[in-house]
């Protein structure tokens, strides 16, 4: 069964700077691509960045290009987000998802809140 | 981008309806598309691929129909579970995009 389980969510003021995990499980880890989708409070879902399964492809959405940075590490089947120079408006649930081909998604962590405010 | 205009954004209906739910690409983007249902408090599930196949688990009285640049999603008697909001997401290209969402409320 795929699990994903995300944590590093919090508080953090305008400016700053929050890392987000995710843990895989229940598939081979790095033969797949890994997706950050976000969802702000009460509104729908914004697909942040891709990372290819070996880790060597990157894509980002134009909202975080140049403030965020998806990573991995495939010897802990783990998923990386580092947000910097955070903004209100990245408040929001965000969610690691297990790629399905390339920007397809077929799986679903429960997600970690991430509350930028002062 | 592609644009996916998903209407209606809500709907209220009764259990047994057939509630038709529609996506729009603002171009074509094959049978790239999927869809999710999303209850409050839990994540995204895929119930469609490929824009007209069945997730497994998923039941038959989801389906998905469309290619090109309109596509449906079509519950054929709505049951108590089901009240949930929709998304479909276009995986054609980079990025890939979903729709505004369409909240699906009890009569």
């Known amino acids: 069964e795929v699990q994903l389980v995300e944590s590093g969510g919090g508080v953090v003021q305008p400016g700053g700077s929050l890392r987000l995990s995710c843990a895989a499980s229940?598939?081979?880890?790095?033969?797949?691509?890994m997706h950050w989708v976000r969802q702000a409070p009460g509104k729908g879902l914004e697909w942040v960045s891709l990372?290819?399964?070996?880790?060597?492809?990157?894509y980002y959405a134009d909202s975080v290009k140049g403030r965020f940075t998806i990573s991995r590490d495939n010897s802990k089947n783990s998923l990386y987000l580092q947000m910097n120079s955070l903004r209100t408006e990245d408040t929001a649930l965000y969610y690691c998802a297990k790629a399905f081909g390339w920007w397809e998604i077929d799986y679903w962590g429960q997600g970690t809140l991430v509350t930028v405010s002062s | 981008d592609i644009q996916m205009t998903q209407s209606p954004s809500s709907l209220s209906a009764s259990v047994g309806d057939r509630v038709t739910i529609t996506c729009r690409a603002s171009?074509?983007?094959?049978?790239?598309l999927g869809w999710y249902q999303q209850k409050p408090g839990k994540a995204p599930k895929r119930l469609i691929y490929a824009a007209s196949s069945l997730q497994s688990g998923v039941p038959s009285r989801f389906s998905g129909s469309g290619s090109g640049t309109e596509f449906t999603l079509t519950i054929s008697s709505l049951q108590p579970e089901d009240f949930a909001t929709y998304y479909c997401l276009q995986h054609n290209s980079y990025p890939p995009t979903f729709g505004g969402g369409t909240k699906v409320e009890i009569k």
């Open positions: 990372i290819s399964g070996d880790g060597g492809s990157t």
């Open positions: 171009q074509g983007i094959r049978n790239d």
């Open positions: 229940g598939f081979t880890f790095d033969d797949y691509a």
